[in-house]
């Protein structure tokens, strides 16, 4: 059972570039959410879709958008890159909202370093 | 705006101890908590969660508590492996949309 994936794994880009992160959930999960973890402290919710929509957002500027696929898969855009995007970028894949067990699943993560 | 709170960053223990992680949050509109443990170039992995209906959850080496009225909630590792040695992550939700609030981390270091 293939757990929640994650591509690539570093990525390294200039200020101002933009770059697209994409995950994959885990079999039989339809929901994915993307955290930003800096160095240091916990993961911080970015947004999550569910149905190819983004149901909710975090505290994070427009710079940062998303898409989901028919086949639950997502991606993760952001644009006009600034030296404090660098983090890891969690994708998480979960159940239907609202469906027990509400647990969310992680992926290993894309370390994005922005220079 | 920090919800949850793990205020103790480190934590050294001997093996087959008991290892203790606290954590405490301040929005009483959360229902689930979680706890993750993190090994460095992973993401976090799932450990244990509670409902605030429960105030106890067990599973094998792990348990968690909850105090609501403290709004307060700890991890229990019996015994403590070397192998636990990571970062644990104690995180909580307010709705079954599982939008997560973590908290900031706590390293644990099991010595032989």
């Known amino acids: 059972d293939a757990g929640v994936t994650q591509s690539p794994t570093h990525l390294i880009k200039t200020r101002g570039q933009q770059v697209t992160l994409r995950c994959s959930p885990k079999?039989?999960?339809?929901?994915v959410s993307w955290y930003q973890q800096a160095l240091g402290q916990g993961p911080q919710f970015i947004f999550q879709?569910?149905?190819?929509?983004?149901?909710q957002r975090g505290n994070f500027p427009d710079r940062f958008s998303g898409h989901q696929f028919p086949n639950y898969s997502s991606e993760l855009n952001v644009n006009a890159l600034l030296l404090g995007d660098s983090a890891l970028y969690l994708c998480?894949?979960?159940?239907?909202?609202?469906?027990?067990?509400?647990?969310?699943?992680f992926g290993p993560g894309t370390r994005l370093t922005v220079t | 705006d920090q919800q949850v709170k793990q205020n103790s960053p480190s934590l050294s223990v001997q093996e087959g101890r008991i290892s203790i992680l606290n954590c405490d949050y301040t929005?009483?509109?959360?229902?689930?908590f979680l706890w993750y443990k993190k090994y460095p170039a992973e993401g976090p992995t799932f450990l244990i969660s509670?409902?605030?209906?429960?105030d106890k959850n067990e599973d094998g080496r792990f348990t968690v508590f909850l105090n609501k009225s403290a709004k307060h909630l700890s991890l229990h590792i019996v015994p403590s492996q070397p192998g636990d040695s990571a970062v644990y992550f104690c995180?909580?939700?307010?709705?079954?949309?599982?939008?997560?609030?973590f908290g900031a981390g706590t390293q644990v270091v099991v010595t032989p």
């Open positions: 879709y569910y149905e190819e929509e983004e149901r």
């Open positions: 929005n009483s509109m959360f229902d689930y």
């Open positions: 995180a909580a939700s307010a709705d079954s949309w599982g939008k997560l609030q």
């Open positions: 998480a894949s979960s159940l239907t909202p609202g469906r027990a067990p509400y647990e969310q699943y």
């Open positions: 079999s039989g999960h339809d929901t």
């Open positions: 509670i409902s605030s209906i429960k």
